[in-house]
């Protein structure tokens, strides 16, 4: 349906007067600037004056850098059970623009326009509708392709809703993994997939995960200990093949670091079944024997060992967390930490989560300069020297619309308790009672107990 919409416009003049600003790129900062906003692109950066028009927001006492960017998320997986909390949870811990490899197509496209036309509160999105795969899938939203001619339905559809990227899946036969590149290439879209070798041959664009499901029965990229070949390296750095790495046992972290769960807007904004989702993560860390933890951080370790050779040998990390599998929003800043602590500076790895992503994403993003789109984070504290204060944000800027972290909590309750543990969960929230059982129900012969019994032996039983 040829449904129409018009990009929010953005104000007409934003000043954003910042103590200390880091523009995504450079290895220092500059100290009292106004970054000059119009509409959504930053106009210009220059010495802080007084008395410029439009209106003014007051950093100057704060650490202003680019938004950061989740690369690797899928927004749609649990996002309708967030109700709207999703884009405010994301934006309060400074994440201005995701982007799903893998998406409901239709809920995509429809979740894409309510953001860019500004009817709904949440980062810049970027998406793929169902990743294209051969014909057995593993995740239920996605499609299974059969033959050719199914194939170019496929692709048909991908140009209709103008998807932002194409993400091939494990079972796709190579022939047609190489002709979804061409294709795509020619529409000027990127392609993305779990693979290094074979797609790194037929002009693929990106890897996700430092390892992942393939249909080899092994990984390429990535030896059981976490560890890399020198040869997958080269490829890499000489190719400029991106890399997304989603390091989820980053989350081993959480046997020292729980600042992020007893945060006030991870509890006022995750539902309570994510909590405790987050809380058993939290449990299952701190509770692991010392040997086990060791075994998870030397892996975690030869992870990042990996990142930072590429990074330093030239190559192309950009940061993403594959969200909701491993746990929204904080999760991005889980791997940020990891990076510090395994071998990379705290630019180097903002950079990934910023200007280095946004360069991949061929969009305007990722840097504060002229002409680029005024997506920013406004922190207190120095992130480039304690990469911990990249969470400290207090307000963000998205295509030069302000919103402090205050007005982002607002429509949501606190927690009834104000104990600073994990236990302190976002508020219960309240579930309608179910839809009552039809009265002939039981008359059916799908509840008769016997018949059910029967089914679960059946199809259940333990052979």
Known sequence: MKLTWR?????????????????????????DVDIIVRGQRITAIEPHRDGRPGAR????????MPGLIDIHHHREMQGYAYGSRQGPLWLALGVTTTRSPGSPAYHMVEERESVQSGARLAPRYLGTGEAIDGPRIYYNFMRPTYSHDQLLLELRRAAALDYDMMKCYVRLPVVWHREVIDWAHRQGKPVSSHYHYPAIAMGGDQTEHVGATNRFGYSRTVTNVGSAYSDVIAMFNASKMARTPTLFNSSTLYRDDTSLVTDERVRRLYPNWRMAALRATVTTAQTADPTAVQVIRT?????????TAMIRGGGVVTAGTDAPIDHLGISLHMNLRA???????????????????????????GRIAKGMYADLAIIDGDPLSRIEDAANVTAVVVGGRHHTVE????PYPSSSTTQATPAAAAPSGKVKNRVPVHQSAASHWWNDPAELEAARVACCHDH
């Open 57 to 64: 927001i007051d950093a100057r006492d704060r650490f202003v």
């Open 299 to 307: 892996n975690l370790a030869n992870q990042v060992a990996q990142l």
């Open 407 to 410: 007005q982002l909590l607002a």
């Open 339 to 365: 990076m510090v602590k395994y071998g990379l500076t705290p630019r180097e790895t903002l950079t990934s989560a910023t200007s280095t992503s946004g360069a991949y994403l061929g969009l305007p993003l």
């Open 7 to 31: 990009n929010d416009t953005g104000p007409d003049q934003v000043v954003i007067h910042a103590g200390r600003m880091w523009d995504g790129v450079s290895k220092s900062v500059v100290r």
